[in-house]
């Protein structure tokens, strides 16, 4: 099972299931792609017929209807999507029980900046709008390999963490902001875009993705994983 190319996302339901005993089941709309109409036209009614239930009978686990061999083709290539976004699904739902379970991100307004590592969001929308009126520039901070592989194997550890034990709200926060970026971009493209891209070149990657909205909490955890893993995890 699974997608491989993470081009594609998908469109998976935000389930609030608090339940980590009841079965996951399976994604309530089927992720397809529309250019998927320029190869359905090779293929007959009676093709088409056997495709379109197979879809169905796939996400209902039910026995698959015979198929010639031109239509199987086609199917096969479906079916990788399918698996990927099954797959998203349930990391969604075991993600969202997750954070059920710790009780919900704490309200907005509670955000203090009592460490001077988070930014006012008001000064950052302004600085997107208005480049050359930036008064803070980002501080990169190099670090060997052998340092990124230790970081990489601490913020695995940021999902089992008991929410009730953090020393304060910007852990809180900080540990949200990373279950939420899992969440929407899953471990290989989290690691490529936190420990792996210039800053200069976070935006064009997000857009690439079209995850631009999660520009501001990349660039927060970019910013002050270091501290709060070092705080967080031993």
Do not use: H
Not at 30 to 49: H, N, P, R
Not at 144 to 159: A, E
Not at 210 to 226: C, G, H, P, W
């Amino acid at each position: 099972m699974g997608y491989k190319e993470e081009t594609e996302l998908a469109d998976v339901a935000n389930v609030n299931d608090n339940n980590e005993e009841a079965p996951i089941g399976m994604p309530p709309q089927i992720l397809m792609k529309v250019s998927w109409g320029k190869q359905l036209k090779f293929l007959t009614d009676e093709d088409k017929a056997a495709v379109f239930t197979n879809i169905f009978n796939y996400y209902l686990g039910d026995d698959l209807v015979e198929m010639n061999p031109v239509a199987e083709m086609f199917f096969a290539t479906a079916a990788e999507l399918f698996d990927y976004n099954i797959n998203k699904y349930e990391e969604t739902v075991k993600l969202n029980r997750i954070k059920g379970k710790k009780g919900g991100r704490p309200p907005k307004e509670t955000r203090n900046n009592p460490t001077g590592l988070l930014e006012n969001p008001n000064n950052l929308k302004e600085k997107v709008k208005d480049k050359a009126k930036e008064i803070v520039k980002e501080k990169e901070i190099v670090i060997d390999s052998s340092s990124i592989k230790q970081y990489q194997n601490k913020i695995r550890k940021i999902i089992e963490i008991d929410f009730r034990s953090l020393p304060d709200q910007q852990s809180k926060f900080f540990c949200y902001d990373v279950i939420e970026l899992v969440e929407k971009l899953g471990w290989s493209r989290f690691d490529l875009i936190v420990f792996g891209t210039p800053a200069k070149d976070i935006t064009s990657v997000l857009s690439a993705y079209n995850l631009i909205e999660l520009e501001q909490q990349v660039k927060n955890t970019r910013r002050n994983y270091s501290y709060f893993l070092d705080k967080l995890i031993e």
